[in-house]
């Protein structure tokens, strides 16, 4: 297929392979099959595999139907790992989600163990020299200089809604500045964020309550109408074993993915308990993100590669950056969507400056400095 520009990209050729389920959306149902689980691997164990990645064979099982998951703990009791429904985003919704953040992954280098072992064979390490690996982070040379600080594999991967301060960066609590980038995007989407958490409020009601609580104590750091701050949007990030850090530790992970083209495997896994989740278009996956998991290999048979090519490009990034998945024609989107724990440290008054500065008035939810420079550009 010829490509197009970004300029000439049209709504139909947007959503050219999007797999959008054909059948109708289901209830979200809370009454499912239970499945009760016990590690498989000891702690010193699971820890020494951080950072790696992980294959099909690190699950006994990987559940392809609505199940609730629970981890049988030492004293007997049980903890809940996991609820997953199929097919329960509405597909309007769907669409919403699709057309504002098909674009908003960008490329980032500070993933930490989520990046993976530092892939030395990709283009973007052949432009420079990794000097003091360490597993998945590096310093590198370049231009006969070395870098200030370790980073990681280049991935598509950003953060949308709210962060607390990043004092080595000279910043107060915010909106991050990748919203501040697809700010449009941002807020078109928002209806697919809460039908996120409309599935989080229904399903996990206690988890939600206490997230919600917290979240309704910095009102102007939270999405509207929902008990998150802050989504991760990943696109075609096979993320290695990790542990998410930074979020509210008593709420819990929320997880939904929108795919254009086909492919293969791309599973949740959380090797611990030797299970993972088939996580497609339109589900919904509710998980403890304290616990180690990562995805697996996404991969093209023939027949998949050869629809994925006839499909119009919608992705103009350079592939020459070596961005980690740039190479495929399909696109997996990820949404992880949760509550910063630092939050609640934020000083309202320092996050007032800056808005001031960036032209963010937080009671209309508009970036008025965003919106002149994009009509200014327009007229241009």
Known sequence: MEATSKKELSNESLFTGVQI?????????????????????????????????????????????????????????????????????????????WEAFYETAATSRNRGA?????????????????????????????????????????????????????PFMKLPCRLTSYTQRYFENYKRGIPFIQALNNCFKILTPKEYKKQLDRANKQKSFKIEDTAFSSVTINRNFRTALHM????????????????????????????????GFNVRTGDYLAMNVHEFHCNTEMKETEEQKKYNKSLPQIHFEDPSTGTLGGDK???RISFVCYLREGLIDCKSSE??????????????????????????????
């Open 21 to 97: 389920p054909n059948q109708d959306t289901r209830t979200l149902k809370k009454d499912v099959k239970k499945v009760v689980v016990k590690a498989k691997l000891t702690n010193e164990e699971i820890e020494a595999k951080e950072g790696v990645y992980c294959t099909e064979k690190d699950a006994d099982k990987i559940f392809d139907e609505d199940v609730d998951v629970y981890v049988e703990l030492a004293d007997g009791t049980q903890e809940l790992l996991a609820k997953f429904r199929k097919n329960v985003i509405p597909k309007d919704k769907i669409e919403v989600g």
């Open 114 to 166: 989520a990046a993976g072992p530092i892939q030395l064979k990709s283009e973007y390490w052949k432009k420079r020299k990794p000097v003091k690996t360490s597993k998945w982070s590096t310093h590198y040379m370049q231009d006969g200089k070395l870098s200030k600080m370790k980073v990681n594999n280049l991935v598509f991967s950003s953060v949308l809604g709210y962060f607390e301060e990043t």
């Open 244 to 275: 998410d850090a930074g979020d509210f530790k008593e709420g819990f992970g929320n997880l939904s993915v929108i795919e254009r083209g086909k492919y293969s495997g791309g599973y949740t896994i959380f090797p611990r308990f030797k299970i």
């Open 329 to 331: 024609k399909f696109t």
């Open 351 to 380: 996050a007032k400056e800056y808005y001031k500065r960036i032209g963010f008035d937080t009671k209309k939810g508009d970036l008025h400095k965003y919106n002149k420079t994009l009509k200014k550009k327009k007229s241009n």
